[in-house]
T-cell receptor, first 112, second 115 residues
């Protein structure tokens, strides 16, 4: 079945860039998403990219998609302490009835 | 308005109780979802409603009973739960459940504790 994998933890210094990586196995993935979850809260949709795109930029966020390698990354420029959270990568496709398949989440810790 | 509102925020219930979780959205979305999230895990899909009809049930035990009274509301009725059902229950909505516009917006969740 479909699988989405992420590294568990990332620590960066405030002001540096953060890069969170994700790999997926579903070759028919149509949509790829990044969600942010702060402690005790729901998921906030940060951005998404269609599988026919290579890159999407939205203010401090840059999403890169390498469809050949099935690799997705989220770059956060000028990382702030408020960016500390868990970041979930998710994919959906027609093959999975468009259900969101989540990765295990990457905990980002931003050090002052 | 990209808000999905869930009530209550916290709920403690006994194993013999009956309670309901509520979810509301006014974005005109026609797909609504229930997810269950255990600590340090990603959300797991439970149910999908599309145009007020149940379209996906991920083999959820019958002690969880979803209901979609109209296009803006989604309920989850709980009865005879077990302590292992304690989790964060998340509601989400999207414009549709298939094809384009499937990006889902989540509520803040209901933290459920079964004692």
């Amino acid at each position: 079945g479909e699988d989405v994998e992420q590294s568990l933890f990332l620590s960066v210094r405030e002001g540096d860039s953060s890069v969170i990586n994700c790999t997926y196995t579903d070759s028919s993935s149509t949509y790829l998403y990044w969600y942010k979850q702060e402690p005790g809260a729901g998921l906030q949709l940060l951005t998404y990219i269609f599988s026919n795109m290579d890159m999407k930029q939205d203010q401090r966020l840059t999403v890169l998609l390498n469809k050949k390698d099935k690799h997705l990354s989220l770059r956060i420029a000028d990382t702030q302490t408020g960016d500390s959270a868990i970041y979930f990568c998710a994919e959906s496709s027609m093959d999975s009835s468009y259900k969101l398949i989540f990765g295990s989440g990457t905990r980002l810790l931003v050090r002052p | 308005d990209t808000e999905v509102t869930q009530t209550p925020k916290h709920l403690v219930m006994g194993m013999t109780n009956k309670k309901s979780l509520k979810c509301e959205q006014h974005m005109g979305h026609r797909a609504m979802y229930w997810y269950k999230q255990k600590a340090k895990k990603p959300p797991e899909l439970m149910f999908v409603y599309s145009y007020e009809k149940l379209s996906i049930n991920e083999s959820v035990p019958s002690r969880f009973s979803p209901e979609c009274p109209n296009s803006s509301l989604l309920n989850l009725h709980l009865h005879a739960l077990q302590p292992e059902d304690s989790a964060l229950y998340l509601c989400a909505s999207s414009q549709s459940s298939t094809g384009l516009n499937t990006e889902a917006f989540f509520g803040q969740g209901t933290r459920l504790t079964v004692v």
